[in-house]
């Protein structure tokens, strides 16, 4: 890595060096007749030291995850977060009851909205270089990571490896060498196959980021232990949990418009845990997608005692 680009100082939980533009674009899908509003963030960096796809949950939008997206471009990471419509924004409604909003979601968490979902990441894998729309300078990262939250990170765990009953693997993006996962999940007893087969065959380097108190809205019956079953049943090799003390669900959403916070009373501070958050999630793509080998050697040694002592970090 160039001495000269070093995106490990300052410190990854700190604010990088590198002023970031967001822009909001739209492609077009014309295979499956589909529009996905995406949000891009790109830094002002001379090379770019990575590419991040971002999956928001359900309700999410292409404005979901800002805090840690416009984070990681200031350290020369870019990102696109992609709005997948059908488990997005629209299904708040106008003024919608409880009621129906739990009904709504409930719809929306179906096997055709997944598949929807996975088609649309793929679309977006095979945007970056081909579709004018996007900025040149995205082809120019070296690698690209995978990340999502809720919803998100189920989509990302099924395109990083994980395999169904009745859901074919499908073939990954050779640029893709990581996945982060925001509030992963998986049920035990859950559906076949049994997790160890499910998770086993997830080789690339992957980190989960859960709260003690993660135990999702209500709609389901995830429970904050059942966020750590995926990494428990992952082959090891570079797989990473990070378990914040007192941290809820909607803690690592990273932020989200007005209308998903009015609804889902996001806090618009920070969660007390953000700067551990940032600096971990930034070392690992750093580590991972730009080679960075103190940034490898910083998770594994520093950010241990940079945690609060409720807080647990396990590496596998």
Known sequence: MDSSLNITAPAPGLPGPWGVVSSWIELHDAGRQRDLPLRVYLPNAPRLQGLVVFSHGLGGSRDGGQAWLSHWASHGIAAIAVQHPGSDASLLGDGRSPQALRQAFRAAMSP??????????????????????????????????????????????????????????????????????????????????????????????????????????????????????????????????????????????GQASDAEGSVFRIRRNPPRFSEALLAASTAFWQAHLADDHGSLDWLHTTLPGRLRPDDRFEIR
């Open 112 to 253: 055709e909205q997944l598949t929807l979902r996975l088609d649309d990441l793929c679309f977006m894998l095979g945007a970056i270089g081909t579709d004018p729309a996007l900025p040149a300078k995205l082809t120019t990262a070296p690698a690209i990571g995978l990340c999502g939250h809720s919803f998100g990170a189920v989509t990302v765990q099924l395109l990083a490896g994980e395999q169904r009953a009745g859901r074919p693997a499908r073939p990954l993006d050779q640029r893709v060498r990581a996945a982060l996962a925001l509030s992963p999940s998986a049920r035990q007893p859950d559906m076949p196959p049994g997790l160890a087969q499910r998770f086993g065959a997830i080789e690339l380097p992957f980190m989960s980021l859960t709260g003690t108190r993660d135990d999702g809205m209500g709609l389901s019956d995830i429970t904050a232990a059942n966020r750590e079953l995926p990494f428990r049943h992952m082959a090891p090799g570079h797989k990473y949990l990070l378990v914040f003390d007192g941290g809820t669900h909607l803690d690592f959403a």
